[in-house]
C-alpha cells in the first residue's frame, strides 16, 4: 500500500508564502501523475497544480503565476510553492498520486489558513 505524507501547511498572511511537501512511500517515478488537490470549508475537493512523468504541468487558473508542483525524484518528494497567498487559498491541501496501472492514492491532507 502506497502512503503519502503532506506537511508544511499552517498560517500565514496575505500575501505571504509557504512549501507544501509530499513524501511517498514508493518511487515517485512508479506514478503516471501526482498533484495537489485543495478542500475549503463546504466546497468540493478541486485540482491545484499537477506534474506527470513527463514533466508536464496542469495549474488552476486561480494559482497560476503563484504557485509551483515540482519534485525531487532521489527524496520520492512532490512540492507545491506557494506565493502571494490570498485569503481564498485557505483549505486543506492532499497530496495525490495516478499509479500507471491507474490505482489513486491520497494523502491525509495538510490545513492551510491565510489570515491577518
Known amino acids: 500500500q502506497v502512503q503519502l505524507v503532506e506537511s508544511g501547511g499552517g498560517l500565514v498572511q496575505p500575501g505571504g508564502s509557504l512549501r507544501l511537501s509530499c513524501v511517498a512511500s514508493r518511487s515517485i517515478f512508479s506514478f503516471s501523475t501526482m498533484a495537489w488537490y485543495r478542500q475549503a470549508p463546504g466546497s468540493q475537493r478541486e485540482l491545484v497544480a499537477s506534474?506527470?512523468?513527463?514533466?508536464?504541468?496542469n495549474y488552476a487558473d486561480s494559482v497560476k503565476g503563484r504557485f509551483t508542483i515540482s519534485r525531487d525524484n532521489a527524496k520520492n518528494t512532490v512540492y507545491l510553492r506557494m506565493s502571494s497567498l490570498k485569503p481564498e487559498d485557505t483549505g486543506v491541501y492532499y497530496c495525490?498520486?495516478?499509479?500507471?496501472?491507474?490505482?489513486?492514492?491520497w494523502g491525509q491532507g495538510t490545513q492551510v489558513t491565510v489570515s491577518s
Open positions: 506534474l506527470t512523468s513527463g514533466d508536464s504541468t
Open positions: 495525490n498520486a495516478l499509479g500507471k496501472t491507474g490505482s489513486l492514492y
